[in-house]
T-cell receptor, first 112, second 115 residues
Framework: DGGITQSPKYLFRKEGQNVTLSCEQN?????MYWYRQDPGQGLRLIYY???????QKGDIAEGYSVSREKKESFPLTVTSAQKNPTAFYLC???????????FGPGTRLTVL | AQTVTQSQPEMSVQEAETVTLSCTYD???????LFWYKQPPSRQMILVIR??????QNATENRFSVNFQKAAKSFSLKISDSQLGDAAMYFC????????????FGAGTRLTVKP
């Protein structure tokens, strides 16, 4: 079955540590996205990538980094520079000019 | 900048009844897509329905239908014959047709279904 997987489901991090969230898709989609979701708010775009080896900052990219070495994979690193990283993180993908994004199950990150 | 507003933080409906969730958006574009996503307690976002702005006919997907009023910039979701499994957060979203990178989401409406 085609889909998007994110791991881990829950992640705990100590302050000052970097942590990487995994996102893999086997839908053969060109574009991939990372969103952050906070309570009472909609999704906010962190980074996106339209093709391999290329990515662009979204609205709230500060304190985050990404890579896109393979079409299937778009990992997100939450760095120690992110002031308030505790949130729910969602990865999505789409065909390049498609009319909908498909989401993974999400990762809940908690900073201790 | 485009914005999406969902004015109902919470709604409830009796099982088997009909409920309408509201969404308005602000844009100067003429070609765009509108979406409703469902986020159940599992927190996975599920695409419920989408509407192309150039289509006058309202989209329908089984028990889900929309009322798209382009001039009023309104995009409401109607759920008919509500089921317990419809309980979730519902997000309205917008994006310009030729820019898949700039999807804007509303803050969501929490729908409770009463048995």
């Amino acid at each position: 079955d085609g889909g998007i997987t994110q791991s881990p489901k829950y992640l705990f991090r100590k302050e000052g540590q970097n942590v990487t969230l995994s996102c893999e898709q086997n839908l053969n989609h060109d574009a991939m996205y990372w969103y952050r979701q906070d309570p009472g708010q909609g999704l906010r775009l962190i980074y996106y990538s339209q093709i391999v080896n290329d990515f662009q900052k979204g609205d709230i990219a500060e304190g985050y980094s990404v890579s896109r070495e393979k079409k299937e994979s778009f990992p997100l690193t939450v760095t120690s520079a992110q002031k308030n990283p505790t949130a729910f993180y969602l990865c999505a993908s789409s065909v390049r000019q498609g009319n909908g994004q498909f989401f993974g199950p999400g990762t809940r990150l908690t900073v201790l | 900048a485009q914005t999406v507003t969902q004015s109902q933080p919470e709604m409830s409906v009796q099982e088997a009844e009909t409920v309408t969730l509201s969404c308005t958006y602000d844009t100067s574009e003429s070609d765009y897509y509108l979406f409703w996503y469902k986020q159940p307690p599992s927190r996975q976002m599920i695409l419920v329905i989408r509407q192309e702005a150039y289509k006058q006919q309202n989209a329908t997907e089984n028990r889900f239908s929309v009322n798209f009023q382009k001039a009023a910039k309104s995009f409401s979701l109607k759920i008919s014959d509500s089921q317990l499994g419809d309980a979730a957060m519902y997000f309205c979203a917008y994006r310009v047709m030729y820019n898949n990178n700039d999807m804007r989401f509303g803050a969501g409406t929490r729908l409770t279904v009463k048995p």
